[in-house]
């Protein structure tokens, strides 16, 4: 018998038991039992009845007591009580099941260690893509491939954000606004719209598929906040709808991670995925491409992900939690360096007078960046004529200088807003 305890009785903590308690009760029988709870308010009603439970005040005092078999922790956070009690279960050799992406971004490799250190267990499916299994289906089904590419959209306010913006015809501000009232966004929603949440999500991924270091520090990271009405109508122009997407490649010089708005193009997997949904698409050989997709969060979803652990563990189906042992974990690059190539999306505000398409275009020329498609907007006029451009596959650093220079050109209005643009996903043998 495995005697579990929860530390954190929020929105998935709650859902939880009511998994174990119904629909899994018969199937796992007196194999797995809750033995403990944790939570900052033992007041608090949580819509499921805990009185049957220990009760403790403090999840690291739940994490050491030395009945408890695995440590359900659904706290988060990446520092404070939840590392505290993860660290002191796996010390101690206990098994530890979490949702926890920001933990496991930060400190990711550590904890590995621990496991490797103590005979322990870390399991994280729910970390990413709440009920899309992504993480087993990384590490354990395409365990005999080479995984060339990630991408994905793993924030839902985001991707609910932007949708609704192109569905509705309406401005960022707005829209969040209005997902806040509802309960959809955070009263501080930075985390999510400014890409970070995203960012841990991808370095976890990124950190299994490639056999590296979950790294915080390598990532680049931008959000949603600068995109407006206009560029989703203008991509939607040449064929592309924009879209929140998490990246992680290989590339000679290593493995780069990287969350930014981006174009994809129509017939892109990536493109149908609307509202709060999660979907990743992963290009491996010699598997070919795989798309996964589903609810990324919600109580019975992500519930769904952290039983599928306790019953992994009951079955005794133990993983390393990255795949490899955590001193064999390589580290990864840092995105925009030397190598790192991209089709770009450029969209400027200028001034309607003769000779700026000449002045924008040289600046390109002289960076050695070359026009793909170009139009201009007039119906579109917000004060100034709207440009929008896609660029060849060139270097960033390259793209970069070019944009810098058109940003400081007299005629040009605004900063400008660029942007990667998404290939559709190959099978690479
Ligand atoms: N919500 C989702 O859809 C979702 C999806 C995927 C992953 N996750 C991850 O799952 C984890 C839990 O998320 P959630 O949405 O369930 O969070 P939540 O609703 O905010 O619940 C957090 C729980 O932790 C407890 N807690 C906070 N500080 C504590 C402390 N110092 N000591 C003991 N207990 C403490 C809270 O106690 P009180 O109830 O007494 O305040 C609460 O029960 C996070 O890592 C999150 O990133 C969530």
Redesign the pocket.
Known sequence: MLRVGI???????GGLIGLLRGTLAERLGDRLVIDAV????RG?SRGVDISAYRWFD??CELAADPSIDVLVE????SD???RRAVTIALTRGARVV??????LAEHGAELAALVDAHGGALAFE??VG?GVPVIKVLRESLAANRTTSISGILNGTCNYILSTMEAQGREFADVLAEAQRLGYAEADPSFDVDGMDAGHKIALLAAIAFGNVPSVAALETHGIRDVSLLDIRLAAKLGYRIKLIATAERSPQGVRTRVAPALVPFAHPLAGIGGALNAVVISASPVGVITLTGA????GP?ASAVASDLIDIVEGDVRLPFGVSADRLGQPVAAGGAGDEERAFLRLLVDDRPGVIAAVSNALAKHGVSIDALIQDPSAAVGAVPIVLTTHRRDVRAIDAAVADIGVLDAVTAPPLVMRIEDIPRTVT
Request: glycine share 26%; net charge positive.
């Open positions: 530390a954190g009785l929020g929105t998935v903590g944790s939570a900052r308010n608090r403090d999840p659904l706290i988060g956070g404070g009580p939840a979490t949702a926890n992406k920001a933990l729910a970390a709440g990324g969060a919600g109580a992500t």
